[in-house]
């Protein structure tokens, strides 16, 4: 994929972590040991809900982005 090949402007720019949407799945790359792995969490933001997010944005051509910006609300808010 296109990301992976930035991966080394990434790190030589100090960027600790990158979260990549393609394929219809959010990928977050943070780096660690000198080298950037593939996480299921975020350091940014660690106890951010991606599969929730994930779902919501699967859904997105099927639901009016109204709707489905209040149902991940209502989840967040649980």
Same mark, same amino acid.
């Given at each position: 994929?296109?990301?992976?090949?930035? =991966?080394?402007?990434?790190?030589?720019?100090?960027?600790?972590?990158?979260?990549?949407?393609?394929?219809?799945? =959010?990928?977050? !790359? +943070?780096?660690?040991?000198? +080298?950037?792995?593939?996480?299921?969490?975020?350091?940014?933001?660690? *106890? !951010?809900? !991606?599969?929730?997010?994930?779902?919501?944005?699967?859904?997105?051509?099927? *639901?009016? =982005?109204?709707?489905?910006?209040?149902? !991940? *609300? +209502?989840?967040?808010?649980?």
């Amino acid at each position: 994929s296109a990301v992976v090949g930035k =991966l080394p402007i990434y790190s030589r720019l100090g960027v600790p972590e990158i979260w990549h949407w393609r394929s219809e799945a =959010l990928t977050v !790359f +943070q780096w660690a040991e000198g +080298q950037y792995i593939e996480r299921t969490d975020s350091l940014a933001l660690p *106890r !951010f809900p !991606f599969d929730q997010l994930q779902l919501a944005l699967s859904r997105r051509t099927q *639901r009016d =982005l109204t709707a489905l910006l209040s149902e !991940f *609300r +209502q989840w967040l808010a649980k």
